[in-house]
């Protein structure tokens, strides 16, 4: 799913005169805070993204690494990387990021000191990757974490621990064979579940003990 932000302000760019220091090639309506470089064929980062940047889109390039390239960036809200070439969670992205698009890279392990820093994250989505293992204290410290997606991935068992903040999960189009009530017991504000077109074969009575706040749950297609 495209963030929401960028589909608002699509329609503007043509509208709007790119105010310098917006890089050639990209859109920045709104003095420059928000800046848009996608589908570009860019191998790497524009070298003269406005630092005062807080939401940056370069989806559809073919981004491999930007590993640290986002430091200098240190009121960066929003970032949308998706459909690029990524192997891994880039390093050193900064802690003032609320919400982190990596859908349709090339991410196979979320390693567990891959998201230690951002602990402002209020959405992350991973979905569409190839993501076989998320090691076990990957989510641990994303504390304000509500939207997590990881639809479409290679994952055979529920990530642990789970941070209870969470709202909204989408584990869909996975092979999870088995669910471990403990695995959901501290999603405590959980309000919407999908685990459908998955493997599952039977579901434990006590599994959804506990999840009082949800509203939705998709178990379709197992």
């Known amino acids: 799913s495209e963030p929401m932000w960028t589909l608002r302000v699509l329609w503007l760019c043509p509208l709007v005169s790119l105010v310098s220091p917006c ?11 928000l800046v848009l470089c996608e589908s570009l064929g860019l191998r790497s980062l524009p ?34 990387l998706g459909h690029n070439l990524l192997s891994r969670v880039p390093r050193g992205l900064p802690s003032s990021l609320e919400s982190l698009q990596l859908q349709e890279n090339r991410i196979a392990y979320i390693t567990s000191g891959a998201l230690r820093k951002l602990g402002n994250l209020t959405r992350l989505d991973l979905e569409d ?28 068992g529920l990530p642990r621990s789970l941070p209870p903040s969470l709202t909204h999960l989408d584990l869909s189009e996975n092979c999870i064979s088995a669910l471990e009530p403990p695995s959901l017991s501290s999603l405590v504000n959980l309000q919407s579940l999908k685990i459908n077109s998955n493997c599952l074969r039977w ?9 009082a706040a949800l509203r939705s749950l998709d178990l379709t297609k197992n």
Do not use: M
């Not at 890089?23 to 805070?33: E, F, N, R, Y």
């Not at 940056?56 to 960036?73: E, G, K, P």
């Not at 990757?129 to 055979?156: E, F």
């Open 23 to 33: 890089p050639p090639g990209c859109c920045c309506p709104g003095a420059s805070s």
């Open 47 to 80: 070298r003269s993204l406005p630092l005062t940047t807080s939401a940056l889109s370069v989806a559809r390039n073919q981004l491999c690494d930007v590993d640290h390239q986002f430091l200098a960036f240190s009121g960066l809200l929003e970032l949308s």
């Open 129 to 156: 990757n190839h993501i076989r293992v998320v090691q076990p204290g990957a989510l641990q410290g994303l504390n304000k974490l509500q939207v997590l997606s990881l639809r479409g991935n290679k994952l055979t």
């Open 203 to 211: 579901v434990p009575e006590s599994t959804f003990d506990g999840l």
